[in-house]
């Protein structure tokens, strides 16, 4: 049986970025936090852009790492805005790798991060419910 072959998201990812020596652990392997900040700063601009103001991380669900990435392969993170609170808000977020002379790519992980919006006070503030498309 032919496995059909995975695709990144539609639309342009939130963060790209090449792992770079300096992301890995002594053994040379790319740290798990280091994919996970990636994640946390897309998924930051999501949640900032439709909160038209501050929010932070408040919870990370349902992350499992699916394939190893290395020194040099190109990662990208696409976040999409899933659903929403009253103050808060669900992002759906993907990363994939792909090697520096291929075309194709892999799904490495996802999550789903839920953001909080706060004032200045840094008290939760409302957002705007989710726009239907």
Request: no cysteine; hydrophobic share 45%; net charge neutral.
């Amino acid at each position: 049986m032919v496995q059909a072959e995975e695709q990144p998201p539609a639309g342009s990812p939130a963060v790209r970025v090449i792992a770079m020596p300096a992301d890995t652990n002594p053994y040379g392997d790319i740290f798990g936090g280091w994919l996970m900040s990636l994640m946390d700063s897309a998924a930051g601009s999501v949640a900032a852009r439709h909160s038209k103001g501050r929010a932070v991380t408040i919870a990370v669900e349902g992350m499992t790492f699916l394939r190893p990435v290395v020194v040099g392969d190109e990662v990208s993170v696409y976040a999409k805005l899933v659903s929403v609170g009253r103050t808060s808000m669900h992002i759906a977020v993907e990363a994939w790798r792909r090697t520096r002379h291929d075309d194709r790519s892999y799904r490495v992980t996802q999550a789903t991060f839920t953001f909080v919006a706060i004032g200045e006070d840094r008290q939760p503030r409302t957002v705007a419910p989710l726009a239907i498309a």
